[in-house]
């Protein structure tokens, strides 16, 4: 398999990353396109909360939009639970806006903003998907899946807020997966953006033949962080990124 032979130590280049963006014209909002107040819901991925988007938070509102956290302090919960609190977090944006809402979604923050957008395509503009193994939420590095694993076993256990080992086949994420399986709607962009030197992610998971396909170069964590990612988010928003007929 391809992506064991990407030494998970390159995702260091994340730090480097977010420097580089400092640097960078886009982040003060040069030469991209400029939104008009829209809402942008930021799902961030496994192990990480609504601060890991931070900075991508503070330059969607510097370049026209509205940015929305999602409420999660730690993306650990049953995928069931979780997409429940945030279709409600969903409806709530898009009322107090006026309009259906755009999703940005990292890594495990994609694979929920897939489900959402063919559960609620009413409230979903587009979802945009950061490395989000969509096609097999699986397909991630061992060390990851060594972590999911765990975190299950503790949930079975019975410690509030995780995923358990029901999650994997069982009915409280039955929902979920048909959903990632489903006919993406039609009217709803959908971008799905990935690296192939991804250290945590198999690229070719992140591939959904639905989607519109943008490859940039940056490792999996940087990509909250990553000016290239900057821009092609700035473009899908722009663009609204109808999604492809599946075949």
Not at 106 to 111: F, H, I, K, L, V
Not at 133 to 148: E, Y
Not at 189 to 203: A, E
């Amino acid at each position: 398999m391809e992506l064991l032979q990407i030494p998970i130590w390159l995702e260091g280049r994340a730090a480097l990353e977010r420097t580089a963006l400092m640097r960078d014209p886009v982040i003060r909002g040069e030469a991209v396109p400029r939104g008009d107040g829209a809402p942008v819901m930021l799902i961030a991925g496994f192990l990480a909360g609504d601060a890991s988007l931070g900075p991508m938070a503070a330059w969607l509102s510097r370049i026209g939009y509205r940015p929305c956290r999602a409420g999660i302090r730690v993306n650990v919960d049953c995928s069931g639970r979780a997409s429940a609190r945030l279709e409600s977090e969903l409806e709530r944006r898009a009322e107090k806006h006026g309009r259906p809402v755009t999703i940005v979604g990292q890594s495990r923050g994609g694979t929920m903003a897939r489900a959402l957008a063919v559960r609620r395509p009413d409230l979903v503009k587009a979802i945009i998907c950061l490395g989000s193994p969509i096609r097999d939420q699986l397909a991630v590095h061992p060390w990851v899946r060594m972590q999911i694993v765990t975190l299950g076993l503790l949930g079975t256990l019975g410690v509030p807020g995780l995923l358990s080992r029901e999650c994997a086949g069982g009915e409280c994420c039955g929902e979920v997966r048909r959903e990632l399986e489903a006919p993406f709607p039609a009217d709803v962009g959908f971008t799905s953006i990935y690296s192939r030197s991804d250290g945590i992610v198999d690229w070719r998971s992140c591939l959904d033949p639905a989607a519109h396909h943008v490859e940039i170069e940056s490792s999996h964590i940087g990509m909250a962080v990553n000016a290239e990612v900057f821009r092609a988010v700035a473009s899908a928003l722009a663009e609204g990124s109808p999604a492809v007929a599946a075949a």
